[in-house]
């Protein structure tokens, strides 16, 4: 059974899909999930919410604020803290339905929210397991190291920081992606990123537009989700993508994340690239849906 739900974020209305297996012995642990950048609902994320629901677990799948059927100004803007903050209020709408557990809850990131899961994992301990899939934790290290100090200044603008743009930290507006990077500059530079955002986001009823800005708030500790990493404890899945073409989707990098998280840990390597999991049907979707189902099954 899949159900339209609302929940505000921010000041704006979010929007998105709840999935709840037909038979439910109980309290369901749930699976909150958002996609990476730009992407909505209903470009595959809503196919590994549907593997999540056969399974047996509860999905809350929403579009992030300013992008796809939720609401927010400015339109098509990222800003990883707000998205973050996105997670906090789905968790937060979460836990009021009657049919969940709120002890036994999940989130799910690709690629952007990869990252951005974690961070929310290391800050929230509502969070029981997390699974990311080709995460994002940036080119290079952070600049700076990842300490207690550091973390608790990640949890204080999470809470009630500051986020606010500001042009030295503003990239865009432009396009997502484009196959001309010399005529055309985009976001996403790789050809593999142009070929599955034109051929799933130009799919009829998916509210994707190739337009983005995206903006990195100045705060006093950089937004880099590594810097989270030491300080998450609940079981966390991370399946990379050794050939990943994207460059801050950078394969050491998120292996040294790997390394720094402190609770159970699964890493799992996946071929096909950045977007190979994210063609559907596939088989590269099966083996990291069924990968992932299994991860959450034993830890939710």
């Known amino acids: 059974m899949i159900k339209e739900i609302e929940f505000l974020s921010e000041g704006a209305t979010i929007r998105g899909l709840l999935f709840l297996p037909e038979t439910k012995p109980g309290k369901l642990p749930i699976v909150v999930m958002a996609h990476g950048t730009s992407a909505t ?5 809503d196919k590994y919410a549907n593997a999540f629901c056969r399974s047996g677990l509860a999905v809350l799948l929403y579009d992030h604020r300013n992008f796809g059927r939720s ?20 968790i937060n709408f979460a836990v009021t339905l009657e049919d969940v557990d709120k002890n036994r809850i999940a989130l799910w990131g690709d690629s952007f ?103 990195i708030p100045a705060t006093s500790v950089p937004y880099h989700p590594i810097l989270c990493a030491p300080f998450v404890k609940a079981p966390t899945l991370l399946m990379v993508a050794p050939e990943d073409e994207m460059v801050h989707a950078n394969y050491s990098v998120a292996r040294q994340a790997f390394e720094l998280l402190s609770g159970p840990k699964q890493w799992y390597d996946i071929a096909g690239g950045h977007f190979g999991l994210l063609y559907y049907p596939g088989e590269l979707y099966e083996e990291a849906s069924r990968v992932q189902t299994q991860f959450l099954q034993k830890w939710l």
Request: glycine share 10%.
């Open 41 to 45: 609902i209903y470009m595959v994320a």
């Open 113 to 215: 929210t990869g990252g951005q899961v974690v961070v929310v994992g290391a800050i929230d301990q509502r969070v029981k397991a997390i699974v990311a899939q080709c995460p994002v934790f940036g080119e290079k290290p952070p600049p700076v190291e990842s300490t207690r100090d550091n973390f608790k200044i990640f949890s204080d603008i999470f809470s009630h920081g500051s986020v606010q743009r500001s042009p030295e930290t503003t990239t865009g507006p432009i396009p997502v992606v484009s196959f001309d990077q010399v005529g055309t500059p985009s976001l996403l530079e790789p050809i593999q990123a142009f070929r599955w955002f034109i051929d799933y986001g130009g799919r009829h009823g998916t509210n994707w537009v190739n337009n983005v800005t995206r903006v």
């Open 71 to 90: 609401g927010g100004e400015p339109r098509q803007e990222i800003n990883p803290w707000i998205q973050c903050r996105g997670y906090r209020d789905a």
